[in-house]
């Protein structure tokens, strides 16, 4: 070995076309977070330096995906980029059945809608927003089974998306299987910092939840970044190919919900994939009614063409390592400063730890909400938060739920940012970090009904 020990990750592709960035001043900054009501979606775009917002419908596609697009077939029915997506679906998730969505809520919105009763139970590993909102509205009660590690910052488990077995025991045992229709397995798990399950454990969630035939509906929204995780944590799987590993992994469900807008490399598009042809019956027909026709589900067919091509890309073996070893990069940047992150970094995103960065402001004061905005101020970088305003209220108690984890997520959509973005990402951590104790809380001055954080709005306490 020479002096430089390893080989470092490379983006395992050049870039052929690029999108100049706008660098603003401070006090344009100041200007822009106000006007905002210090919420990051508020923000215009154009007034953002590294989005890193989320990496939803973000990604850069390739020009393989590109020339895809000029082969949109746009026919009402039966387009053939429908049947394309479909064969890979087929090919990569093992499903049989194939409903396109325009993108990951539709798809929730339907298995929500044709398998929740009112009065029925949805245990997840943990919740995310838009899915447990649509299981609220179809009746259900989310119950969050997720092992305990994954609501502590700090944990070094490797497989913190794990789910709690006897936590789903006693849940079944409390209100009977006939009460629970589906459990809801995402892998990776967004909100607990992008940490995946093992496959160990979804063998296991398996073998429970047939035995009193309780169906398992995965969110394969980030299942290819999952399967990364499998490869390089559990042993026997080191030696299988991310293909192998996400066709096994699926096999444990009955089907999935996916957002194409992650994992796929597209910016638009989605997909319910299911297994039984009773409940494909039923999607398919009521797809009609929500989201379009069942070969485009609200979709152009060249977005359906985009979407079969990223499939492929995604399960691609330098891709995912370049993929996971950029955000590792980050983390091990900030971990060196001594910023307090979830550790272990997880697939899609770093989460800062706003309880322990911001220790004085307390959970109402929203510490997260704060320090995207202060990140914001500092640099143009968009970061999101992930915590007491993203959890919502309780819809028995109408008080605001207090989760464990108040964080703050820096999300890379894939393939879009350079290494040097990474550097100036975390220096305007590390500058907002020195300043920290100068940094005052929010008070919430309107708030939405639905998925508040959206739309809410802040002003400086
Ligand atoms: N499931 C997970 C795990 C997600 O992260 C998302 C979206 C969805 C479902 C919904 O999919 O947006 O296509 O309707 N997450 C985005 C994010 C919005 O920023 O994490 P969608």
Redesign the pocket.
């Known amino acids: 070995m020479g002096k430089l020990e390893r080989r470092s990750w490379a983006e395992p592709f050049k870039i052929k076309v690029v999108e100049p960035l706008k660098i603003t001043t401070r006090e344009e900054r100041l200007k822009a977070i106000r006007e905002a009501g210090y919420n990051t979606f508020l923000l215009k775009s154009e007034d953002v330096y590294i989005d890193l917002?989320?990496?939803?419908?973000t990604n850069a596609m390739s020009d393989n995906q590109w020339a895809g697009m000029m082969l949109g077939d746009e026919a009402y029915a039966g387009s053939k980029n429908f049947y394309h997506l479909e064969e890979n679906v087929h090919k990569y998730y093992g499903y049989k059945y194939l409903v396109p969505t325009h993108?990951?809520?539709?798809?929730?919105h339907i298995i929500s809608k044709l398998l929740i009763k009112p009065g029925d139970f949805v245990p997840g590993n943990m919740y995310?927003?838009?899915?447990r909102l649509h299981q609220e509205l179809a009746g259900g009660t989310f119950v969050d089974v997720i092992i305990d590690e994954a609501h502590d910052s700090q944990s070094l488990h490797p497989f913190k998306g794990n789910v709690d077995l006897q936590k789903l025991e006693s849940l079944i045992k409390k209100v009977g299987e006939k009460k629970i229709p589906y459990i809801a397995v995402?892998a990776?798990?967004?909100?607990a910092g992008g940490q995946p399950i093992s496959m160990e454990n979804i063998r296991q969630v398996r073998a429970l939840t047939a035995k009193h035939n309780i169906k398992i509906i995965l969110?394969a929204?980030?299942a290819v970044e999952n399967a990364y995780f499998i490869k390089t944590r559990e042993k026997e799987y080191e030696k299988k190919s991310i293909a192998e590993i996400l066709k096994e992994f699926c096999s444990y469900s009955d089907g999935a919900?996916m957002?194409?807008?992650?994992d796929l490399l597209v910016n638009i598009g989605?997909f319910l994939a299911l297994n039984d042809n009773d409940v494909f019956e039923e999607a398919r027909n009521m797809v009609v009614v929500y989201e379009g026709l069942h070969t485009y589900g609200g979709l152009a067919g060249r977005d359906m063409e985009a979407m079969a091509r990223g499939l492929e890309e995604a399960v691609h073996e330098d891709h995912i390592r370049a993929r996971i070893g950029q955000i590792e990069y980050v983390g091990e940047k900030l971990l060196s400063i001594g910023v307090p992150i979830v550790q272990p970094v997880g697939g899609?995103a770093i989460f800062l730890d706003a309880k322990r960065f911001l220790p004085h402001i307390p959970q109402i004061q929203f510490p997260a909400q704060t320090l995207a905005a202060e990140l914001y101020i500092d640099s143009g970088i968009r970061a999101?938060e992930r915590g007491i305003v993203s959890a919502g209220r309780s819809k028995e108690t109408g008080d605001h739920y207090y989760p464990k984890l108040e964080l703050v997520?820096l999300?890379f959509p894939r393939r879009v940012y350079t290494q040097a973005h990474c550097d100036v990402t975390a220096e305007s951590v590390e500058a907002v970090y020195e300043l920290r104790n100068k940094i005052t809380g929010l008070k919430m001055v309107y708030e939405p009904k639905y998925l508040r954080f959206f739309q809410a709005r802040f002003e400086k306490m």
């Open positions: 917002l989320t990496d939803s419908g993108q990951g809520r539709g798809a929730e995310f927003t838009t899915t995402a990776t798990v967004n909100m969110d929204t980030r919900t957002s194409g807008k992650k989605g899609h999101m997520r999300t």
